[in-house]
């Protein structure tokens, strides 16, 4: 059965530290795997990934795709209040797309 | 603002009530997805269309019935629903023709959140 693993589901850091999320799949057809934050309602897309070992980055947030372990990565330097949000990994395939549970980020100033 | 729009933000109904969710995308997309989103598990697909054209509908209950007039709206009609039916209804745009819409980046809109009692 496909399926997406996030982890850890929830986190608390100060701002300032640096914080990795994890996202493991196992999908058939892979196609490319993608990060949203969602704060409060609208998850809004953050990264997509398709190829092997080549980071994405935007400001403070990167990611990376290992297609052979099967696992990805996000990123965030220098965390901000900001950044408090639910992270959420979704991997696409040949005919759907499959969400992970999410990761529950809380930045405590 | 995020290009998606959906209405009501909230909604409270009783499980005998009728009821439509309703979704708007401004950014030209041809795809149009209807999410359910529960607290403590992953986002479910409930249905997608493409070019107006109903192309997946993953087990859902006949107590939720969409509707896609264009490629710009998008409706949730709900009757009859059950309590644990309550959860967050996200809908969401996508660019494609094909297959291949499921390889691009979604954008949602802000959910309704509805509760039946």
């Known amino acids: 059965e496909d399926k997406v693993v996030q982890s850890p589901l929830s986190l608390v850091v100060h701002e300032g530290d640096t914080v990795t999320l994890n996202c493991s799949y196992e999908v058939t057809n892979f196609r490319s795997l993608l990060w949203y934050k969602q704060e409060k309602k609208a998850p809004t897309f953050l990264f997509m990934l398709t190829s092997s070992g080549i980071e994405k980055k935007s400001g403070r947030l990167s990611s990376i795709l290992d297609k052979k372990e099967l696992f990805s990565i996000l990123n965030i330097t220098a965390t901000q209040t900001g950044d408090s949000a639910v992270y959420l990994c979704?991997?696409?395939?040949?005919?759907?797309?499959?969400f992970g549970k999410g990761t529950r980020l809380h930045i405590l100033p | 603002e995020t290009g998606v729009t959906q209405t009501p933000r909230h909604l409270v109904m009783g499980m005998t009530n009728k009821k439509s969710l309703k979704c708007e995308q401004h950014?030209?997309?041809?795809?149009m997805y209807w999410y359910k989103q529960s607290a403590k598990k992953p986002l479910e697909l409930m249905f997608v269309?493409?070019?107006?054209?109903?192309?997946e509908n993953n087990s859902v209950p006949s107590r939720f019935s969409p509707e896609c007039p264009n490629s710009s709206h998008l409706f949730l009609h709900l009757h009859t629903l059950q309590p644990e039916d309550s959860a967050l209804y996200l809908c969401a745009s996508s660019r494609g023709t094909d297959r291949a819409s499921y390889n691009s980046p979604l954008h949602f809109g802000n959910g309704t959140r509805l509760t039946v009692t």
């Open positions: 269309y493409n070019f107006k054209e109903q192309t």
């Open positions: 979704a991997v696409s395939a040949l005919d759907k797309i499959i």
């Open positions: 950014l030209g997309h041809n795809a």
